[in-house]
């Protein structure tokens, strides 16, 4: 089966795959209007298409590795309930069948909706703290007392408090300043608040580090440990939907076509580069910068249930509740989809 690859808005919320023959480029260049009737028989993906880490959707897409239709929209795993996500241009148009999101989203969201399974690790993100020289920042020691930019409830505040303890720096010990998508303080303002003085340093995911670190020059100082903390962008459904017969096997396939596009992305990544750039409106120099700080796995990782475990202790005392053990934690993960995947 070939297929086409249509964009269904000029904006980028939606983007749609099922066909036979137009590339990505002219998928995100905005070619169809919003009304378009979608292919009821297509497997809907959301993703945030501004991140590095969607590369292997994008190559299996452009690589019609799928081995069914495709409709890929902005979004993310609220939308497996019909419901806008955590960012404000994680919106949700109509139900997904399967989702991207960090594992922290997994943790906040999976408590009002038990039946969230992990299904893939689509990549790892390895962050990083990039801060001004000329704030008297040169070791992670001289953090403290600093004005660090960064999004609360996301694995990047998660990260930064797991750097800081490296250091023996508490969070009261720094100034969290917070930068939100679609707020007076999005994160394309990191950059010149960086410059302008107004924080000492910041972290976030890619590529808006790579930005920030390009701003700075000379200036720039960054720290990254990926030992102590990997961020886990996984592929998510619903226990329903993996039990539906007609959809499981579309979703097997699809993890069977990301293992593909991970490992040509090991081998090769230059192919997937104009890709992301396109979706996450790039240019090419920034997403080949950013790249070595993430990873495409193409499997379902080892040490996930381990994540989970340590991170939910963080998740609840954000929340104001009590962790959820190590059982209850194991039920969000499905490896069946995997197995069946590898299998065929």
Not at 6 to 33: D, E, F, Y
Not at 41 to 46: D, E, K, P
Not at 233 to 261: E, G
């Amino acid at each position: 089966m070939q297929d086409k690859i249509q964009c269904a808005l000029p904006s980028r919320r939606q983007v749609m795959a099922g066909g036979a023959a137009l590339g990505l480029g002219a998928m995100l260049s905005g070619c169809a209007s919003p009304s378009q009737s979608v292919d009821p028989a297509a497997l809907r993906v959301y993703g945030n298409l501004d991140t590095l880490e969607f590369a292997p959707v994008l190559l299996a897409a452009e690589r019609r590795d799928a081995g069914n239709k495709l409709v890929i929209v902005q979004g993310g795993i609220l939308s497996l309930y019909g419901k806008d996500g955590d960012l404000p241009n994680l919106k949700a148009e109509g139900r997904s069948h399967v989702a991207t999101n960090s594992e922290t989203q997994g943790l906040r969201y999976s408590l009002a909706n038990p039946d969230l399974r992990i299904i893939f690790t689509v990549a790892e993100g390895v962050y990083r703290i990039v801060g001004r020289r000329s704030a008297g920042i040169h070791t992670l020691a001289d953090l403290r007392g600093k004005r660090i930019g960064t999004m609360p409830r996301t694995s990047s505040a998660y990260y930064l408090m797991r750097m800081l303890a490296t250091a023996g720096v508490g969070e009261k010990d720094v100034t969290i300043v917070p930068f939100v998508s679609g707020t007076s303080k999005p994160l394309a303002a990191m950059r010149q608040a960086l410059l302008a003085g107004e924080i000492d340093a910041v972290t976030i995911w890619e590529p808006e580090m790579q930005r920030c670190k390009d701003a700075l020059g000379k200036d720039a100082v960054e720290f990254f440990d990926a030992a102590s903390y990997r961020e886990q962008f996984s592929l998510y459904s619903t226990q329903a939907n993996l039990a539906d017969r007609a959809l499981r096997p579309k979703i097997v396939a699809f993890v069977k076509s990301l293992i593909v596009a991970s490992e040509r992305l090991r081998r090769d990544p230059r192919e997937a580069w104009p890709l992301v750039a396109r979706a996450a409106r790039l240019d090419a120099l920034t997403v080949e910068r950013s790249w070595p700080h993430h990873t495409y796995p193409g499997t379902l990782l080892g040490n996930l249930l381990d994540v989970l475990v340590e991170e939910e202790v963080w998740v609840a005392r954000e929340t104001g509740r009590a962790p959820r053990g190590r059982s209850q934690l194991a039920t969000l993960i499905d490896t069946s989809v995997l197995d069946e995947a590898l299998r065929s």
